[in-house]
């Protein structure tokens, strides 16, 4: 039995409560959380299970009661690195939610701490899991697929949701919503693109959402919409189009990637996706459901994602392997999130180096 912590019991971390319950192998031990609504939260996806568990105001508490293997943090962006801080050099595996922190400088010092942590440091950058992703980037790694030009992403939805004491509508606690959503896809884009950004422009706005709340007399100051236009380090070019007004979207989201021989289209909520090749043009363009994938035992808002997160989380510690969404991939995605807000202010190009500090020219 692998005895795991949860840290922050809101959406995430009851997403992650109730996939750990739905895999063999597992015992959930120890909670923390300093809100008592959301330990209740956790309470009510432990059910007759919180009997065994103990409960912890901080993870400090948490982490010192040794009753855990592994710790899942999944409390605000702000606070990453604060418990973080708690748990690198302990005894513990760790998978800490995206994004790793709210700045590059705030993860330069994550990763420089966790050189003295000898367990595993897994990033939950869980996009990667989702079917429809997964089957397509296993596509795109096909031989007869060509070499990766292009990569758009689109993501048209609803606004954020309300959270805990409204962590989310500051840029100061979340890093922008170019970092706090879309972290995850710039993961993605770097994944396919198997390169390092180099160049990042954006443009974006508050358009819309949230103007008409009001926290503590301040009026929330995130993006709502916005194109960012990533260039890397191999000539592949991507492109995120963002809109968080866009309720009235059939497919919330769709990934398109271009090589010089071929073009995958999936559209990650429905399931589906369209192939097609140059040399045959449109009317060979093949479009293929995605297979429901029989391991995931529970969905939770992510089409399972975190559930296969955990599988191989669990596959990584069993076996002694390292982490497969790493400490690179947590920082490179908070990199050019940051670099796309740092353009949208200033109207200017962004470049980065590959310590991913920032120049503006
Ligand atoms: N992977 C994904 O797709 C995904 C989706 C949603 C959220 N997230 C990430 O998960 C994290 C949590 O987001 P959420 O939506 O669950 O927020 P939430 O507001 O619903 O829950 C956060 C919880 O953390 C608790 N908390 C705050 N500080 C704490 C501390 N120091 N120690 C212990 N608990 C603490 C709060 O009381 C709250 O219960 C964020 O980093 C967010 O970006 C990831």
Wanted: aromatic fraction near 6%; hydrophobic fraction near 40%.
């Amino acid at each position: 039995m692998l005895r795991y912590g949860i840290v922050g019991t809101g959406m995430m971390g009851s997403e992650h409560i109730m996939s750990l319950r739905n895999i063999d192998g597992v015992e959930i031990t120890a909670v923390a959380d300093p809100n008592e609504i959301s330990i209740s939260l956790a309470k009510a996806m432990l059910g007759n299970l919180q009997e065994s568990v103990k409960f912890f105001s901080s993870v400090k508490d948490l982490v010192d009661s040794q009753l855990c293997d592994v710790v899942v943090v999944a409390t605000p962006n702000m606070t990453h690195e604060e418990v973080l801080n708690d748990l690198l050099g302990r005894d513990v595996h760790i998978l800490v939610e995206k994004p790793l922190s709210i700045s590059v400088d705030s993860c330069k010092r994550i990763l420089n701490k966790a050189k003295e942590h000898e367990k595993i440091l897994w990033v939950g950058l869980e996009y990667r899991y989702m079917p429809a992703l997964s089957r397509g980037l296993e596509m795109i790694s096909g031989d007869d697929f060509g070499s990766v030009k292009m990569i758009s992403i689109v993501e048209h939805r609803y606004p954020f949701l309300p959270k805990v004491n409204d962590w989310n509508r500051f840029e100061k606690n979340t890093g922008g919503t170019l970092v706090e959503k879309c972290c995850h896809f710039f993961d993605l884009m770097s994944l396919i693109a198997k390169a390092e950004p180099i160049k990042v422009y954006a443009s974006g706005a508050q358009d819309v959402n949230h103007l008409d709340e009001s926290y503590d007399s301040k009026t929330p100051d995130i993006l709502d919409n916005a194109f960012v236009v990533v260039d890397f380090d191999n000539k592949v070019r991507a492109c995120l189009d963002i809109c968080m007004f866009a309720e009235g979207s059939k497919d919330e989201q769709t990934v398109s990637v271009v090589s010089d021989k071929a073009k995958v289209e999936i559209k990650v909520t429905a399931g589906q996706i369209n192939y097609g090749k140059r040399s045959t043009g449109s009317v060979g363009v093949v479009t293929s459901e995605v297979e429901k994938d029989e391991r995931i035992k529970y969905e939770g808002f992510h089409h399972g994602s975190t559930y296969l997160e955990h599988l191989d989380l669990m596959d990584a510690i069993l076996n002694n392997s390292s982490a497969k969404v790493d400490l690179k991939s947590g920082i490179r995605s908070v990199a050019i999130g940051a670099a796309a807000e740092l353009s949208v202010k200033t109207g200017k190009p962004v470049y980065i180096d590959s310590d991913y500090n920032f120049t503006l020219r």
